[in-house]
């Protein structure tokens, strides 16, 4: 079997490594804060997230709510133009004898 050139890895060591490093990270991203400065540091970004989600929500229910507002406009205005044609009988002239 062929050896790969110094300084280059192999197709299987780059699949294990890109295969673990997911894991690591993870590790990384889960791991607690070591010192008093950096506990503060977590809780404003944890505070920055919770108040970034809850502008999300606050931003999704006032979409909904103007296209359900949008939506009642429409059916009004559906009801109004088929409900208010009102069929007026015309008399018919005499034909003269």
């Known amino acids: 079997m062929k050896q790969a050139p110094s300084g280059m890895i192999s197709r299987r060591a780059f699949a294990l ?6 894991a690591t990270i993870l590790a990384v991203a889960k791991a607690e804060a070591q010192t008093p400065g950096m506990e503060r540091r ?5 505070d ?3 108040r970034r989600e809850e502008r999300r929500d ?4 006032r979409r909904e709510d103007r296209r359900d ?3 009642d406009r429409r059916e009004d205005r ?4 088929t409900g208010s044609t009102v069929t007026v ?3 018919v002239p005499a034909i003269p004898k």
Not at 42 to 46: L, M
């Open 48 to 50: 920055r997230q919770d």
């Open 89 to 91: 009988p015309v008399p």
């Open 58 to 61: 606050d931003r999704l229910e």
């Open 69 to 71: 507002a949008r939506e």
């Open 78 to 81: 559906r009801d109004t133009t």
């Open 42 to 46: 977590e809780e404003r970004r944890e």
């Open 17 to 22: 490594m890109s295969m673990a490093l997911p």
